[in-house]
């Protein structure tokens, strides 16, 4: 099969033809059909991942296709099933799994990270009977390989982290994939967003998804003080959906009294939040939330989402490319100018 990869961090990345992989006992291999772009991917080709520490490594975490394998041990009912999976898959047997936490599972198998993942023909997974998604006949693989990373992280991030209601304002740090699936989010559940980024385009799309205000963070000299002033005294929810110091301070300090904030893009270990953000966080009683995936038994409010008409992840989806482009397309997030999420398509018949 053909697969991305890279054998050094930084290094080279590469379309190579390397063996097809086979299922582990409580595995499956899956034909990608569609897999997104996204920038944990390119957190991780840096290094930025404890996770991937063997060469090579190939990417990809949100994938959608067809199950052409499974394990000893898995479910054979799953063959031929048109699937997606979160990138976080639980084990299905330790205490945050039995809790229903399958998305900070202490065993957690995560594509492109604890594994070879998914810029390639075909995926090898694991915990299938717990993870893998049944897709709904009329869902796209494109619309689903958006679902496993971007909308599913910012589904869980707006509705069950940050806990947003109708009505309330919602605070859209960063408008890159997670951000502007956040938006589209937090307007299908009724809040009013502001959406916050340095550039126009993205910021016109989430205008078009269902911000009610977009500032551009380069012309304002104040972003939490404009958020405050527009809301009347702070955001009800806000989120860092992009990852640096100051993304992070001020989703923080764009918060009302005992407001949510809520953290979803990744930081590097070079990094540190802004002192300011952490005495706010104590003067105001602040609650702060991690975010890390979604859970395979959520899906199912996504699709009802979808089909009441409040959710379309094909609207997020700006460049539909082969997998030869992925090694370019990798390397060149340290610029990327454009507005919404890449999908590759692989597109090679099976032979497993």
Same mark, same amino acid.
């Given at each position: 099969?053909?697969?991305?990869?890279?054998?050094?961090?930084?290094?080279? $990345? /590469?379309?190579?033809?390397? @063996?097809?992989?086979?299922? =582990? +006992?409580?595995? !499956? &291999?899956?034909?990608?059909?569609?897999?997104?772009?996204?920038?944990?991917?390119?957190?991780?080709?840096?290094?930025?991942?404890?996770?991937?520490?063997?060469?090579?490594?190939?990417?990809?975490?949100?994938?959608?296709?067809?199950?052409?394998?499974?394990?000893?041990?898995?479910?054979?009912?799953?063959?031929?099933?048109?699937?997606?999976?979160?990138?976080?898959?639980?084990?299905?047997?330790?205490?945050?799994?039995?809790?229903?936490?399958?998305?900070?599972?202490?065993?957690?198998?995560?594509?492109?990270?604890?594994?070879?993942?998914?810029?390639?023909?075909?995926?090898?997974?694991?915990?299938?009977?717990?993870?893998?998604?049944?897709?709904?006949?009329?869902?796209?693989? $494109? /619309?689903?390989?958006?679902? @496993?990373?971007?909308?599913? =992280? +910012?589904?869980? !991030? &707006?509705?069950?982290?940050?806990?947003?209601?109708?009505?309330?304002?919602?605070?859209?740090?960063?408008?890159?994939?997670?951000?502007?699936?956040?938006?589209?989010?937090?307007?299908?559940?009724?809040?009013?967003?502001?959406?916050?980024?340095?550039?126009?385009?993205?910021?016109?799309?989430?205008?078009?998804?269902?911000?009610?205000?977009?500032?551009?963070?380069?012309?304002?000299?104040?972003?939490?003080?404009?958020?405050?002033?527009?809301?009347?005294?702070?955001?009800?929810?806000?989120?860092?959906?992009?990852?640096?110091?100051?993304?992070?301070?001020?989703?923080?300090?764009?918060?009302?009294?005992?407001?949510?904030?809520?953290?979803?893009?990744?930081?590097?270990?070079?990094?540190?939040?802004?002192?300011?953000?952490?005495?706010?966080?104590? +003067?105001?009683?602040?609650?702060?939330?991690?975010?890390?995936?979604?859970?395979?038994?959520?899906?199912?409010?996504?699709?009802?989402?979808?089909?009441?008409?409040?959710?379309?992840?094909?609207?997020?989806?700006?460049?539909?490319?082969?997998?030869?482009?992925?090694?370019?397309?990798?390397?060149?997030?340290?610029?990327?100018?454009?507005?919404?999420?890449?999908?590759?398509?692989?597109?090679?018949?099976?032979?497993?």
């Amino acid at each position: 099969m053909k697969a991305a990869l890279y054998n050094e961090f930084n290094g080279p $990345i /590469a379309l190579e033809s390397v @063996g097809e992989p086979a299922p =582990t +006992a409580d595995g !499956a &291999v899956i034909r990608v059909e569609a897999t997104g772009l996204c920038r944990s991917d390119w957190y991780g080709w840096h290094g930025h991942d404890s996770d991937i520490n063997r060469f090579p490594h190939v990417p990809g975490h949100e994938f959608a296709g067809t199950v052409v394998a499974v394990g000893a041990s898995a479910n054979s009912s799953l063959l031929g099933k048109r699937v997606t999976m979160p990138f976080v898959a639980g084990c299905g047997s330790c205490g945050e799994c039995q809790s229903g936490n399958e998305q900070v599972c202490d065993h957690q198998f995560q594509p492109g990270f604890t594994a070879w993942g998914s810029f390639a023909d075909y995926v090898a997974v694991r915990y299938v009977d717990h993870n893998l998604v049944p897709l709904p006949d009329d869902l796209s693989f $494109i /619309a689903a390989a958006a679902m @496993g990373c971007r909308l599913g =992280t +910012a589904f869980r !991030a &707006v509705a069950a982290q940050g806990r947003a209601k109708p009505g309330e304002w919602v605070a859209v740090h960063g408008c890159g994939g997670v951000g502007l699936s956040a938006v589209m989010i937090a307007h299908a559940l009724d809040a009013r967003v502001i959406a916050i980024d340095v550039r126009d385009e993205p910021l016109q799309l989430a205008k078009e998804l269902g911000a009610e205000v977009i500032i551009n963070a380069s012309r304002v000299d104040d972003v939490p003080r404009a958020v405050m002033e527009l809301t009347r005294g702070g955001a009800h929810v806000s989120l860092d959906a992009l990852g640096s110091p100051a993304t992070c301070a001020n989703s923080v300090l764009s918060l009302r009294k005992r407001g949510r904030h809520v953290q979803v893009g990744l930081l590097t270990e070079k990094e540190d939040v802004p002192a300011a953000a952490m005495r706010r966080l104590i +003067a105001w009683e602040l609650e702060i939330a991690g975010s890390h995936g979604i859970q395979a038994h959520a899906y199912p409010q996504m699709f009802a989402l979808i089909r009441a008409g409040k959710l379309d992840p094909t609207r997020l989806v700006e460049r539909t490319l082969p997998l030869d482009d992925a090694p370019h397309e990798l390397m060149a997030l340290d610029d990327y100018r454009g507005r919404g999420v890449t999908v590759f398509t692989p597109g090679t018949v099976a032979t497993i």
